[in-house]
C-alpha cells in the first residue's frame, strides 16, 4: 500500500532535503527512524527538494509498506526523530500516487525582518529598513502567469523545461519591521524562488526597475538576475493534490 505523509522540519540543522553523499539530510533521518520502526528499508519519495538552511512547513513524502503499520506510528517516528522533524498525519493515498508529479501546486514564503531578533534568526533574512513593498508588488505581477523562468533557475539543471505557472506573487507587510513575500506555482525551479526575492529586493532597494525586471524574464539568462536571497527566510508552506488520488 502506498502512504502520503505529512511533516515539517526546521532546515537550519541540515544540508539540504534528500540523501546526498555527505552531509545530513532530512531524508536520511527520516528513513532511519523508518527503519528502525519498521526493520526494513524504506524510501521515501518527497514532492519537491530543498537546499540547505531552507525550511518547510507543509512537506509530503509517499512510501510503499505492504504490511501493518504498528500502532502510534506517527507518535513513534516524533520520538526518534530530532526536535527539527515533526511528522504530523499520514493518509492512504492510491497506488499510483506520487507525491511530486501528483502536486497540482505548492506555495513557499520568504520571511524579512528589519529588526534583529534572535527568535526569527533561523526564520527569518534581516533586511536593512526602507525596502519600498508597493515598487516590489507592482514588479511582482510580472512574474503571474505561465512563462519561462529560466532567469531565476539555478544553471546546469536536468529539468526537461523551465516553463512555470505562477498563480500568486506578493508581498504582505504584518507589521512594522515584519514582512513576507508568497509565492504560489504549479512548479518550480532549483533556486527559483530565493532569485526571484533577490532581484525584488533590488527593486525594493531602487537599484532596478519594473522594466528591468521585464527584460530579465525576457532574456532566459540566469545572470541578468539578482543574487539569490539567502536560504533562513524561505520556508515551503503548502502543497495542493487532487482529491481523486486519495483512498
Not at 61 to 86: M, T, Y
Not at 212 to 232: F, T, V
Request: charged share 20%; with cysteine; proline share 3%.
Amino acid at each position: 500500500m502506498r502512504y502520503f505523509l505529512s511533516f515539517a522540519y526546521r532546515g537550519t540543522d541540515f544540508h539540504g532535503s534528500q540523501t546526498q553523499p555527505n552531509g545530513n539530510t532530512v531524508q536520511a533521518e527520516m528513513e532511519t527512524a523508518f527503519a528502525t520502526i519498521l526493520r526494513q528499508p524504506v524510501t521515501l519519495t518527497f514532492a519537491g527538494r530543498t537546499d540547505a538552511g531552507v525550511h518547510a512547513e507543509h512537506m509530503i513524502a509517499h512510501f510503499d509498506f505492504e504490511k501493518s503499520l504498528p500502532v502510534n506510528f506517527i507518535g513513534r517516528l516524533n520520538n526518534l526523530l530530532p526536535d527539527s522533524i515533526a511528522v504530523s498525519a499520514l493518509q492512504h493515498v492510491s497506488n499510483d500516487a506520487h507525491a511530486r508529479f501528483n502536486a497540482i501546486s505548492r506555495t513557499y514564503r520568504y520571511r524579512v525582518t528589519t529588526r534583529k531578533n534572535p527568535f526569527l534568526t533561523f526564520t527569518h533574512t534581516r533586511v536593512a529598513p526602507g525596502l519600498n513593498f508597493a515598487a516590489m508588488n507592482k514588479a511582482a505581477l510580472l512574474l503571474l502567469g505561465k512563462q519561462d523562468f529560466a532567469s531565476f533557475c539555478r544553471v546546469h539543471t536536468d529539468v526537461k523545461t523551465t516553463i512555470c505557472d505562477v498563480r500568486e506573487a506578493q508581498w504582505v507587510q504584518e507589521n512594522e519591521t515584519e514582512a513576507y513575500f508568497v509565492i504560489t506555482a504549479d512548479r518550480f525551479l532549483r533556486n527559483m524562488v530565493r532569485a526571484v526575492v533577490g532581484t525584488l529586493f533590488e527593486i525594493g532597494r531602487g537599484k532596478m526597475t519594473e522594466a528591468q525586471l521585464a527584460e530579465i524574464i525576457a532574456a532566459h539568462d540566469r545572470c541578468k538576475a539578482g543574487h539569490s536571497a539567502p536560504a533562513e527566510g524561505l520556508s515551503l508552506v503548502d502543497i495542493r493534490y487532487p482529491e481523486t488520488i486519495y483512498a
